[in-house]
């Protein structure tokens, strides 16, 4: 397979283009941002695009923007705003220092020798699940889990998805370890060719799989998958890991939790990807769902791609969740994204606020009786 | 200081994109863009959005001053009188000349002005000087009359009701308001869903006869009471009187943007161009320019072209998305005509029409509900089949027969 390694910076460009040429000047964009705390224009931000000269403001703002989506929805003109921030993302002065120590391993094949160094400690720390760090062989399934670098997540959701997949009596690979990464944090660090080729590498491992159907717990691989297929016309067909289950959802006896839980709208998979019914239609099995937001659209990122970023921004971002899904009568929180799970868990851990992943949820709520 | 290479009259959209352009090729040539409205580059589509005081004026500015700065962009207050390509020199108002190496006409246009029996004063909404004239006679105001219900005038009533005037009336002279963006059918789903329970008067088939003092008698025989009435009866392109230039109503370009003189571009409202495959020489072949996108795109090729890179128009379907009165849009292809077949959804306050021309996709219309509008941009032309009602449906998978994820794919 043959691929241009800049294609994606390249297609981002053209997203950028269109913008220029279509947008208005409304600004109903930044007046959607949930974290544009600098009261940033969008005439500033084009200034910069076409100008390629940075001014503080427009840095500080393009580091903080969390990708969450609520610029495009707002737009009037059908800009690609969130589009436009990636690519400003990509071309900053310089990578954030936080940024570069998080993606300093991740899919950097040329620290091959510390990647292995990391699988020894990562297997053994999550015991049977370490099985499938970074495989050396891999066998062909009609099942494969795509859990990428999340198969060390602290939300338990690989193992609860593998549990799951053994109640039901499937047959499965596995695709996990920082060697499968789908590219997304080097793209976030303007690493635009070394994402690419992550992005061709995973292709290679899931060809070695043979897959009918691909399920993901994180809305970014997800993404990178749906990017995958439409690149190379597979076969195969993505699916969120609650669309997975909700497939065989009738074969598990469903106990109800004792209290309302409301959902959390991952914004790759609601608002640009557009599925917000799946996970919604999974925590119904399991217990009355509390809505936080007029609509899926309107929910307010977790602030995931502010990682590390600006502290103070995710904490209020945080803090605010909280707020609402009390306000709403929500008794704890399901996410369907172990990287909104990720945000979410110390602030509502601190306050003593469930927080559940979808899959850890589901696998309690199916959990034989004579386990519980 | 060195000669001009690249003078650019005119600091509309087509202006400023043809010098972004020219200096993303050209880091040396002196760029020097002339407009005559005393303003840097602005957002003319966010002019409402200034009246209704959503936006400040710093953020109608297109530009940030550092911007012009950085691409050494020299900006010009004057108006051009006339060019004389063969010495290549524009001949300001001032007496002052300006010589050239490569010359780009991007002087948009007019709004019409129709004289009215009895009217003083006419008010405009083209600039942002006639918004000014607008919004400072809307302090002590409670009935504004447009005339003219096209996208511009139905603009203006969108922001004159979000700024709380009490009464509100257009008057149009066709059948319906909205053309040529909406037919009858989506016109009449505007009236419904947004004129009408807003309260906006509206007259139809009708025109204003005559003024006499603050009254209104339309030719229908109907008055109405104003207190300012603003005239939003289109646009005519201008330019400055250039011998040898070809013209019909706006300068008559190529693909390429040029006119028929050496070295000698244009762009955007004060252009027309050949509708493709007609006759250059039948005045109806050509169509005048007045699409902010189009006007973008125009000011790209010419400025690629004056850089020295050879390029066209590129050939592709139209794509207009902004807010008509108060409801957001896409226009895709060509949604209205009479060959094919077009199927109308609508429930709430969303509206969706696709035209099927030979099974294929010719164009869309979106009003509110304008999920995957970019998916609708890809697939026009492409073969949809005989599925009747169905196109029309938010669900219809139009990423299936494009074959791409539009709805999050990157362009």
Redesign the interface.
């Known amino acids: 397979m043959e691929w241009d390694g800049r294609e994606f910076e390249d297609s981002l460009k053209r997203g950028v283009e269109f913008g220029l040429d279509n947008c208005i000047g409304a600004n109903d964009c930044m007046e959607a941002c949930p974290v544009n705390r600098l009261h940033v224009n969008q005439n500033e931000l084009d200034s910069v695009q076409v100008s390629g000269v940075w001014t503080e403001r427009v840095q500080t703002f393009v580091t903080e923007c969390v990708q969450c989506g609520d610029c495009t929805l707002a737009c009037p003109a059908g800009v690609r705003r969130d589009l436009m921030m990636l690519y400003l993302k990509t071309q900053l002065p310089e990578i954030p220092a936080a940024w570069k120590k998080y993606y300093a391993v991740k899919g950097r094949r040329d620290r091959s020798w510390l990647i292995s160094l990391l699988d020894i400690g990562i297997r053994i720390s999550l015991g049977k699940l370490g099985e499938y760090v970074d495989k050396a062989h891999l066998e062909p399934k009609a099942l494969l889990f795509y859990f990428g670098c999340y198969i060390a997540s602290p939300s338990g959701s690989p193992a609860a998805t593998l549990s799951l997949a053994d109640r039901l009596g499937l047959d499965y690979e596995v695709l996990g370890g920082v060697r499968s990464c789908c590219g997304w944090p080097q793209y976030l660090s303007g690493q635009m060719g070394y994402g690419q080729q992550m992005l061709i590498h995973l292709a290679t491992l899931i060809d070695q799989v043979q897959p009918e159907v691909i399920v993901s717990g994180c809305a970014e691989c997800y993404a990178a998958l749906l990017r995958l297929k439409k690149k190379t016309g597979a076969s195969w067909t993505p699916l969120t890991t609650p669309e997975w289950l909700l497939r065989h959802a009738d074969a598990l006896t469903w106990r109800k939790f004792d209290y309302p839980i409301a959902i959390h709208d991952s914004c790759h998979v609601t608002k640009k990807i557009g599925k917000p019914a799946p996970a919604r239609q999974l925590l119904a099995r399991m217990t009355d769902v509390v809505e936080i937001a007029e609509t899926p659209e309107d929910c307010v990122c977790c602030g995931y791609y502010n990682i590390h970023a600006n502290h103070g921004l995710n904490a209020q971002l945080h803090a605010d969740k909280l707020a609402v899904v009390a306000d709403k009568g929500g008794a704890g929180m399901a996410v369907e994204c172990v990287t909104c799970w990720e945000s979410f868990h110390r602030p509502f851990e601190d306050a003593g606020v469930p927080l559940w992943e979808l899959m850890v949820a589901a696998e309690r709520a199916t959990r034989p009786q004579e386990e519980v | 200081m060195a000669e001009i290479t690249y003078l650019i009259v005119g600091n509309g959209m087509a202006g400023l994109?043809a010098a972004?352009t020219i200096r993303e090729r050209d880091r040396a040539g002196r760029i020097v863009l002339i407009g005559d409205e005393g303003e840097p580059y602005?957002?003319r589509?966010?002019l409402s959005?200034w009246i209704s005081d959503?936006?400040t004026s710093?953020?109608?500015?297109?530009?940030?001053p550092?911007?012009y700065d950085?691409?050494r962009i020299e900006q010009m207050t004057a108006h051009v009188a006339r060019i004389k390509s063969a010495a290549r020199r524009v001949h300001l108002d001032d007496g002052r000349t300006l010589s050239y190496d490569k010359l780009l006409i991007a002087t948009g246009a007019r709004a019409n002005v129709y004289p009215v029996a009895g009217l003083d004063e006419i008010l405009v909404f083209r600039t942002w000087a006639d918004a000014r004239d607008i919004k400072e006679r809307l302090g002590c105001c409670e009935r504004v009359l447009i005339v003219g219900g096209g996208i511009l005038g139905l603009e203006l009533a969108g922001a004159l009701h979000k700024v709380g005037i009490q009464r509100v009336a257009i008057v149009q002279r066709s059948g319906f308001v909205g053309g040529p963006l909406l037919d009858a059918d989506a016109a009449a789903w505007l009236m419904a869903h947004t004129l009408q329970p807003d309260g906006v008067d509206v007259f139809v088939n009708d025109t204003v006869a005559r003024v006499a003092a603050q009254t209104a008698y339309l030719k229908s025989g109907q008055t109405w009471d104003f207190d300012v009435l603003v005239q939003a009866v289109g646009i005519t392109p201008v330019f400055p009187e250039t011998p040898g230039l070809t013209v019909g109503r706006g300068i008559r370009i190529d693909a390429s943007c040029r006119t028929n003189l050496p070295d000698v571009y244009a762009a955007g409202d004060c252009t027309e161009t050949l509708v493709p495959g007609s006759d250059s020489a039948e005045d109806h072949a050509w169509q005048t320019t007045r699409i902010?996108?189009d006007c973008?795109?125009q000011g790209?090729v010419a400025g690629r072209n004056m850089a020295g890179e050879p390029c066209v128009l590129p050939a592709q379907p139209f794509?207009n998305?902004?807010?008509i009165y108060t409801a957001?849009y896409?226009y895709i292809g060509e949604p209205h005509g009479a060959e094919g077949e077009s199927y109308v959804w609508q429930q709430g306050n969303g509206y969706r029409k696709m035209r099927v021309v030979e099974g294929k996709l010719a164009g869309a219309l979106l009003l509110n509900a304008?999920?995957g509008?970019?998916a609708l941009f890809k697939a026009i032309g492409q073969l949809v089949g005989d599925l009747g009602d169905a196109v029309a449906q938010p669900d219809f998978p139009w990423n299936d027969v494009t074959?791409?994820?539009w709805?999050?794919?990157?362009?």
């Open positions: 994109s972004q602005y957002y589509a966010s959005d959503d936006l710093a953020m109608v500015l297109g530009r940030t550092a911007f950085a691409l902010w996108l973008a795109k790209k794509y998305a902004s807010v957001r896409s304008r999920h509008d970019m074959g791409r994820d709805d999050y794919e990157f362009f």
